[in-house]
């Protein structure tokens, strides 16, 4: 079965730091552009992050910076370094293969004191 399996989301304070992580089974990420979205609620959910098949990174303008996106393809998985959070960082995080539309079911970041 074909899925994209988000980890290591949890509550962390204002300024901390998560790296969250995204793992294919019965898909490849190798070749194909991956990315991060987010959705806080009574909101829609927005992109925060991709990276292309040749490790070029792009970011949504409003993380300042703050996040890291990469892959590591021979293990089939992408990440999402995330520093100094934000209570608006608030939000579930998902990972997203653009080609096949495959969704992960989403990890939970919550940033509070």
């Known amino acids: 079965q074909a899925r994209l399996v988000e980890s290591w989301g949890g509550l962390v304070q204002p300024g901390g730091s998560l790296r969250l992580s995204c793992a294919a089974s019965?898909?490849?990420?190798?070749?194909?552009?991956m990315s991060w979205y987010r959705q806080a609620p009574g909101q829609q959910r927005e992109p925060v992050a991709g990276?292309?098949?040749?490790?070029?990174?792009t970011y949504a303008d409003f993380l300042e910076g703050r996040f890291t996106i990469s892959r590591d393809n021979a293990q089939n998985t992408v990440y999402l370094q995330m520093n100094n959070l934000k209570p608006e960082d608030t939000a579930i995080y998902y990972c997203?293969?653009?080609?096949?539309?495959?969704w992960g079911q989403g990890t939970q970041v919550t940033v509070s004191s």
């Open positions: 997203y293969r653009v080609l096949g539309e495959y």
């Open positions: 019965g898909i490849t990420i190798s070749g194909y552009y």
């Open positions: 990276i292309s098949k040749d490790g070029i990174a």
